[in-house]
């Protein structure tokens, strides 16, 4: 049967929940009143002023007033659409989580795509990371994906997401992008906060400017936690494998298409599923050990600015996305939907890797601002395609009519309900926890630079090539010299020629003085690979 929401209404079908607002062939007010004109107001005479007694013209002007909510704070120009995960049953070793354990179980998704900095209205095609965010409707409940194009990220700690933001986000006084106008602020940070130098090596390939949604990788990011019906668990890194392949633009290609066509990403993800080439991802896991040490081959897996390389942990796939259907209504699906680490179905922990634990903090939070209050889960793109008891009551824009006596538990008044799941309810696996209160990272992150070497070395020599005309692009719109310098001292510590390269495109000396000039030493796991090409 298909899933019915505690309301009454079919999950799937937005249509009948929106017929709310918009049933019968009348015009009325939003009280149901008939109108037999909505082109005039009501005044005192032809052409007299017009009446504070006007309630509909009021009621029309004050809801127009207010059809705007805020943009997300990061991740605001975003494009969505609705589609289908089907399970392979591989992951029944790894996770007892049903929808990716069950063999051919099909479940609905939703999926937005986002660039991370411009606003709601800037362009698609511009250099940024892309968000990749997919709301699974499991039978457990809503599991929330919430990742990127890119498999690390700038910052080892969540405490430093607004620096990168605001050194990232348009310049306070004229609101002029970073992508137009003076890169400093950027710059400023990332050359100072080295940890960046991985992120930023991808943004600056073919990877910051993918050519469509549908040729994009997407990554959790984190390293998961997994844990099978035995109670076995493992450590994992999500990824999206785009069945079309992997493919981006070049430079200038992105450029003409940001003033021709700025919506060129979003056009061409609801042309491709309006003319039925539905979108297709394969979703895969790299499985890593869970023996108490949180690395693998010398990599620290709680630290998100490294990834784990395919050649050492390949990628294990779970099942198949399909991206079948757009929405009806962008302001009610794309704009209102609520993404967040911490909707997890039993089978799927997190780790302690501090950005993380940040992210499971934010996302609620900024939420109840966006969206109004905290009743935002009621909205129809966001509630579960099961059933909720969830004994949250009032508040902003509380849409349901609850029944009882009080929602409090034990309860002898109410029939002692809801009920507890003892069997399959969400338990945190026990993970011991131990340590002295400290503002600190463990010594592996304080290495900045070894995985950047080993993704620049992964690329095929015209890639690199893209890399260092980005650099050089985008650091020569830096109005400050010291900027360009301090980044060229970082980039010494990546690729001597890279950086060579660079420091002539810009028309300045190679840094002198570094104690670490040159190339990074892999370690000889990791040195092994970097021959082997690349996933591009
Ligand atoms: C939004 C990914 C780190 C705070 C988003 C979105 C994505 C995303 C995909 C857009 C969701 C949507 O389409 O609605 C990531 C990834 C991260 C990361 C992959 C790191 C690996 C962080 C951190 C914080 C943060 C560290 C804060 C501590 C936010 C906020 C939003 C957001 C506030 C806006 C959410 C909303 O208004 O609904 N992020 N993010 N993110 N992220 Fe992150």
């Known amino acids: 049967p298909e899933p019915v929401s505690p309301t009454g209404v079919k999950t799937g079908d937005l249509g009948a929940v929106d017929s709310r607002a918009q049933s019968g062939n009348h015009l009325t007010t939003a009280q149901g009143l008939r109108l037999p004109d909505t082109d005039h107001s009501l005044k005192a005479g032809e052409r007299g002023p017009t009446l504070l007694e006007d309630f509909h013209l009021r009621e029309k002007i004050t809801h127009f007033d207010h059809e705007r909510i805020p943009e997300r704070v990061v991740h605001a120009r975003g494009a969505a659409?609705?589609?289908?995960?089907?399970?392979?049953?591989?992951?029944?070793?790894?996770?007892?989580?049903?929808?990716?354990?069950?063999?051919g179980k099909e479940t609905e998704v939703?999926?937005?795509?986002?660039?991370?900095?411009?606003?709601?209205?800037?362009?698609?095609?511009?250099?940024?990371?892309?968000?990749?965010?997919?709301?699974?409707?499991?039978?457990?409940?809503?599991f929330d994906l919430v990742g990127n194009n890119m498999p690390v990220f700038f910052i080892q700690d969540g405490i430093k997401f607004p620096d990168i933001i605001h050194a990232g986000k348009p310049q306070p006084d004229r609101e002029i992008p970073q992508a137009q106008s003076a890169h400093d602020t950027f710059w400023d940070f990332v050359s100072l906060h080295t940890e960046a130098t991985h992120h930023v090596f991808w943004n600056m390939s073919d990877r910051g400017i993918p050519r469509s949604f549908r040729t994009?990788?997407?990554?959790?990011?984190?390293?998961?936690?997994?844990?099978?019906?035995?109670?076995?668990?493992?450590?994992?890194?999500?990824?999206?494998?785009?069945?079309?392949?992997?493919?981006?633009?070049?430079?200038?290609?992105?450029?003409?298409?940001?003033?021709?066509?700025?919506?060129?990403?979003?056009?061409?993800?609801?042309?491709?599923?309006?003319?039925?080439?539905?979108?297709?991802?394969?979703?895969?896991?790299?499985?890593?050990?869970?023996?108490?040490?949180?690395?693998f081959e010398g990599i620290d897996l709680l630290d998100p600015t490294k990834f784990v390389p395919e050649e050492l942990a390949p990628v294990q796939l779970l099942g198949r996305l399909a991206l079948n259907r757009n929405p009806t209504n962008y302001f009610a699906e794309t704009e209102q939907v609520a993404f967040h680490t911490g909707h997890l179905v039993p089978g799927i922990e997190v780790t302690n890797d501090p950005l993380m634990q940040a992210r499971m903090f934010s996302y609620l939070d900024t939420?109840?601002?966006?969206?109004?209050?905290?009743?935002?889960?009621?909205?129809?793109?966001?509630?579960?395609?099961?059933?909720?008891?969830?004994m949250l009551r009032d508040g902003m824009h509380q849409t349901a009519i609850h029944t009882g006596v009080a929602p409090y538990r034990p309860n002898s008044l109410d029939g002692g309900l809801p009920a507890v799941d003892l069997e399959n309810g969400y338990v945190q696996t026990p993970r011991r926890i131990e340590g002295n209160a400290v503002r600190a990272n463990p010594l592996s992150f304080e290495d900045h630079f070894t995985q950047a070497a080993l993704f620049y070395r992964s690329l095929t020599p015209l890639e690199q090539?893209?890399?260092?005309?980005?650099?050089?692009?985008?650091?020569?719109?830096?109005?400050?010299?010291?900027?360009?310098?301090?980044e060229l001292t970082v980039l010494a510590q990546v690729d001597a020629d890279l950086c060579a390269t660079v420091a002539a495109g810009l028309g300045l000396p190679m840094p002198t003085g570094l104690t670490e000039v040159g190339e990074v030493e892999l370690s000889p796991a990791l040195s092994q690979i970097v021959e082997v090409p690349g996933p591009i």
């Open 367 to 390: 939420q109840l601002t966006r969206l109004g209050g905290p009743n935002f889960s009621q909205l129809p793109i966001n509630r579960p395609h099961v059933p909720v008891n969830d």
């Open 81 to 103: 659409a609705h589609g289908v995960f089907t399970s392979y049953g591989t992951g029944a070793s790894i996770t007892r989580a049903g929808f990716l354990a069950e063999k």
């Open 110 to 142: 939703f999926v937005r795509f986002s660039t991370v900095l411009g606003s709601k209205g800037s362009a698609d095609t511009v250099r940024d990371t892309r968000g990749f965010a997919t709301k699974f409707y499991t039978d457990e409940g809503n």
């Open 465 to 486: 090539a893209h890399i260092a005309e980005a650099f050089t692009f985008e650091l020569g719109k830096c109005f400050e010299q010291s900027i360009k310098e301090r």
């Open 216 to 295: 994009m990788e997407g990554f959790g990011v984190h390293t998961f936690r997994l844990v099978n019906a035995a109670g076995e668990s493992h450590l994992v890194k999500f990824h999206w494998k785009p069945v079309a392949g992997v493919h981006s633009l070049v430079w200038e290609e992105a450029q003409i298409a940001a003033g021709v066509d700025p919506d060129f990403h979003r056009r061409d993800l609801a042309d491709a599923i309006e003319a039925g080439a539905f979108l297709e991802w394969d979703l895969g896991v790299q499985v890593l050990p869970d023996d108490g040490t949180e690395t």
